[in-house]
């Protein structure tokens, strides 16, 4: 197809090579969890057309969040795990703009406290059960 392809209607064809880059999935349940656990406690802030990601750390503060929970965050926000939420003014390095802030909504709360508790429990292996039942 060519810039100024028209379809049988005379109308121009949208350029279906601007499509947004297809993120992975993150699978590490680890930094998913500490992902959370810093959107929680600390905060995370999208700044951008490209929603570069930065992390808090002072208020109105931010600084680069590292790739994997940049990664990560994208992950979350895709599967409406956190949202995007209003605009504020933050500063970088000396440098302000605006950016928006990253929510935790409740029910993400709420997961991530079950898998906290759940992760701290033990597990029973066959050994174990063995080794208690003489």
């Known amino acids: 197809?060519?810039?100024?392809?028209?379809?049988?209607?005379?109308?121009?064809?949208?350029?279906?090579?601007?499509?947004?880059?297809?993120?992975?999935?993150?699978?590490?349940?680890?930094?998913?969890?500490?992902?959370?656990?810093?959107?929680?406690?600390?905060?995370?802030?999208?700044?951008?057309?490209?929603?570069?990601?930065?992390?808090?750390?002072?208020?109105?503060?931010?600084?680069?969040?590292p790739r994997d929970?940049?990664?990560?965050?994208h992950h979350l926000l895709d599967a409406r795990w956190l949202t995007k939420g209003g605009t504020h003014f933050y500063t970088c390095y000396g440098y302000s703009g605006a950016g928006n802030s990253v929510l935790v909504p409740r029910a993400t709360k709420d997961k991530a406290r079950r898998w906290r508790v759940l992760a701290a429990r033990p597990t029973t292996t066959g050994e174990q059960r063995r080794k208690a039942n003489g």
Not at 14 to 38: C, Q, T, Y
């Open 1 to 65: 197809m060519t810039e100024g392809s028209l379809d049988l209607f005379g109308s121009p064809l949208a350029d279906s090579g601007a499509r947004a880059p297809v993120r992975l999935p993150v699978n590490d349940m680890a930094l998913i969890e500490k992902v959370l656990h810093i959107a929680e406690n600390v905060g995370y802030v999208l700044v951008g057309p490209g929603e570069r990601v930065y992390r808090l750390y002072a208020r109105l503060a931010i600084e680069v969040a």
């Open 69 to 73: 929970e940049s990664d990560a965050v």
